[in-house]
């Protein structure tokens, strides 16, 4: 399916600005409405009630779990993973390829699960400020007069990136190093791992289904990352081969674990993982149409393999 054939069949007025939590609900109760057969629900919510949704196109366990919007600067990624789930319901549907492939009878082997927003109210602060934080606002504006860095956190002041066990002590060590001693915009990765309830939520799902292989999509950087260390399974680099050949990304080699959520998924289920560093610069919703068209094919082999 072409450009001009997406544009033709999808709803575009949610990907012409940041998704903001009201839209980002209302174009999924479109895609539920438009695709009866795409499974909807939530894992939990975040710290100040917002839903994290996840919704899944064809076997609900085993599936490949696509994740994105961890980190509260890229938004984009939200918008990201449901063009792509919009376009895999409509490739469904149809039984047309997308990007040369069929996906309709893998999918009933093994699904895909798609989680856009694992940081709502990061996200919404990230893009409106601390009053999009309802009775916690002040204390976030305590923590940017300290430190005005663009936030990435969750409404705690957690950076996500750095709360699951893996690693983790290593990496609260390198936070000491570093001066890192509290909550605050990016880097702290909160007192203990799982502190946070969109990790916990993340967690629960994994524990819940068996998932084969899992994608965190993040901002900045045109790279794919796929290894911890002794942990990474055997798979991982020939899998990382496959998707920087299609997508034109480069390899990251990894010795260490830095506490995300790819890391415990590699070192507690020793099932490949990526981090998938999107683009080049921060979040810019401008920016989405070239980079669907740059990573739509790496998203269906991720899907399949």
């Not at 790279?223 to 260390?229: A, F, P, R, V, Y």
Request: proline content about 6%.
């Amino acid at each position: 399916m072409n450009r001009s054939e997406r544009k033709g069949s999808m709803n575009y007025d949610f990907y012409t600005a940041p998704p903001d939590y009201g839209s980002y609900r209302q174009k999924l109760w479109e895609l539920k409405r438009e695709f009866p057969f795409l499974q909807t629900g939530t894992i939990g919510r975040s710290l100040l009630g917002r839903n994290i949704y996840a919704l899944t196109l064809g076997a609900s366990s085993p599936c490949t779990l696509f994740v994105g919007g961890i980190q509260a600067q890229d938004w984009l990624t939200c918008s990201l993973l449901v063009r792509f789930l919009e376009h895999l319901c409509l490739s469904y549907r149809q039984q047309t390829s997308i990007a040369g492939s069929l996906v309709n009878g893998s999918l009933m082997n093994r699904g895909v699960t798609v989680i856009p927003l694992a940081n709502p109210d990061g996200a919404a602060i990230a893009m409106g400020g601390p009053s999009t934080a309802g009775n916690m606002a002040p204390r976030l504006e305590q923590m940017l007069s300290a430190n005005p860095a663009p936030w990435n956190a969750n409404a705690r002041g957690v950076d996500l990136c750095r709360n699951f066990d893996a690693s983790f002590l290593d990496r609260k060590q390198l936070e000491t190093e570093e001066g890192i001693t509290g909550p605050g915009p990016r880097w702290y990765g909160g007192a203990f791992p799982h502190s946070e309830p969109e990790s916990r939520a993340l967690i629960s799902l994994l524990r819940g289904r068996r998932v084969e292989s899992l994608y965190d999509f993040q901002m900045d950087g045109e790279s794919i990352q796929g290894e911890n260390g002794p942990y990474t399974p055997a798979q991982s680099r020939y899998i990382a081969e496959v998707l920087s050949q299609v997508s034109g990304y480069r390899i990251l080699r990894e010795p260490d674990a830095s506490g995300g959520l790819k890391d415990y998924f590699i070192e507690r289920l020793r099932r490949p993982a990526f981090t998938i560093r999107a683009g080049c610069g921060p979040s810019s919703i401008s920016a989405l149409e070239g980079l669907y068209d740059q990573l739509m094919e790496l998203m269906v082999v991720g899907a399949v393999l």
